[in-house]
T-cell receptor, first 109, second 113 residues
C-alpha cells in the first residue's frame, strides 16, 4: 500500500531564508508527483507537476526534485516571503492521487 | 479562462435540508472528483467520475450522492443534511491519462446547524 510522508509537519522561518520541504513515498511505481499549496480554509493550488521520468521542475522561486528510485521528492523555496505561509501538500499519482499529511509553513516578517 | 468553479463558497443550513454543491470545469476534463476535508485534517476521496454517466464511490464512505450528466458538471447532493456533514468539500478534475495533474476548485465550506 502506497504511503506518503511529509517532514517536517510544521516549519517556521524568518523571511528571506531558503528552505526545503521533504516528501517520501513507499512504492516507486508512480506516474507523477504533484506539489500543492493550501491556504487556510481554501482549495488546493497546484505548484509543480513532475512526471515519473523527470528529475525536477522549476517555477519562479520554487524547484521540485524527484528521485523515484529512493521514493523521495523535495520542494525548494528560495528567498521565502510571508506570502509563502501556507500548508504544502505532496501527492503521488498511482492511478489515484495519494496525499501526504502536509507541511505547514510560517514565514515571519 | 479554463478553470474549475465551486458554488457556493460558504453554506450554513439547517438539519434535514436538502443541499446541492455545484462543481463545473471548463477544461474539458474527463475525470472529476469530490474530496472531503475537515479543518487541519487530510483530504478524503468520497466520489469520482471518469466520464458522463459514470460515477463511483471513493475511499471514504459518504451519505452524499453525485451525478455526471454533462462532462463539465459534477454536482454533489445531500438529501438530508446533518451536523456530521459539516466539513469542507473540494472538487477536482484531471484529463484522462497518466501524465496529467489535478486541478482543484476553491472549495465549499458547509456548516449544518
Amino acid at each position: 500500500k502506497q504511503e506518503v510522508t511529509q517532514i517536517p509537519a510544521a516549519l517556521s522561518v524568518p523571511e528571506g531564508e531558503n528552505l526545503v520541504l521533504n516528501c517520501s513515498f513507499t512504492d516507486s511505481a508512480i506516474y507523477n508527483l504533484q506539489w500543492f499549496r493550501q491556504d487556510p480554509g481554501k482549495g488546493l493550488t497546484s505548484l509543480l507537476l513532475i512526471q515519473s521520468s523527470q528529475r525536477e521542475q522549476t517555477s519562479g522561486r520554487l524547484n521540485a526534485s524527484l528521485d523515484k528510485s529512493s521514493g523521495r521528492s523535495t520542494l525548494y523555496i528560495a528567498a521565502s516571503q510571508p506570502g509563502d505561509s501556507a500548508t504544502y501538500l505532496c501527492a503521488v499519482f498511482t492511478g489515484k492521487l495519494i496525499f501526504g499529511q502536509g507541511t505547514t509553513l510560517q514565514v515571519k516578517p | 479562462e479554463a478553470d474549475i468553479y465551486q458554488t457556493p463558497r460558504y453554506l450554513v443550513i439547517g438539519t434535514g435540508k436538502k443541499i446541492t454543491l455545484e462543481c463545473s470545469q471548463t477544461m474539458g476534463h474527463d475525470k472529476m472528483y469530490w474530496y472531503q476535508q475537515d479543518p487541519g485534517m487530510e483530504l478524503h476521496l468520497i466520489h469520482y467520475s471518469y466520464g458522463v454517466n459514470s460515477t463511483e464511490k471513493g475511499d471514504l464512505s459518504s451519505e452524499s450522492t453525485v451525478s455526471r450528466i454533462r462532462t463539465e458538471h459534477f454536482p454533489l447532493t445531500l438529501e438530508s443534511a446533518r451536523p456530521s456533514h459539516t466539513s469542507q468539500y473540494l472538487c477536482a478534475s484531471s484529463a484522462a491519462g497518466e501524465n496529467y495533474g489535478y486541478t482543484f476548485g476553491s472549495g465549499t465550506r458547509l456548516t449544518v446547524v
